[in-house]
């Protein structure tokens, strides 16, 4: 069984920094591609970021391109802005190819439980 958790959400004001961490639980040595999700009330989850099984490759929401780093247990966000708000989810695929990145939900195997993020003067 795999078990993700995440951690490093709070309050922040705009312009701040904040990294979030995704801790993977599993009784094997399999590795996967990842993903970071968020959603707010009332929308969908929204895809933000996701990094390739083999860490060779990124890929980013243009919302967040250039603002956010992926790392295989990471998030990197810079420069928050108030439309970043919202419940941040790590995700991970199984049975993932070496370099491949996927940006649905419903690619992804595993969930964690989120971490709130709120951006506000």
């Known amino acids: 069984q795999v078990q993700l958790s995440e951690s490093g959400g709070g309050v922040v004001q705009p312009g701040d920094s904040l990294r979030l961490s995704c801790e993977v639980s599993?009784?094997?040595?399999?590795?996967?591609?990842m993903g970071w999700f968020r959603q707010t009330a009332g929308k969908e989850r929204e895809f933000v970021a996701a990094?390739?099984r083999v860490d060779t490759y990124s890929f980013y929401a243009n919302s967040v391109k250039g603002r956010f780093t992926i790392g295989t247990k990471f998030l990197r966000m810079n420069n928050l802005r108030p439309e970043d708000t919202g419940i941040y989810y790590c995700?991970?695929?199984?049975?993932?190819?070496?370099?491949?990145?996927?940006?649905?939900?419903?690619?992804?195997?595993?969930w964690g439980q989120g971490t709130q993020v709120t951006v506000s003067p």
């Open positions: 990094i390739s």
């Open positions: 995700a991970a695929k199984e049975f993932a190819s070496e370099d491949g990145l996927y940006r649905s939900p419903s690619d992804y195997t595993y």
């Open positions: 599993s009784r094997t040595d399999e590795t996967y591609a």
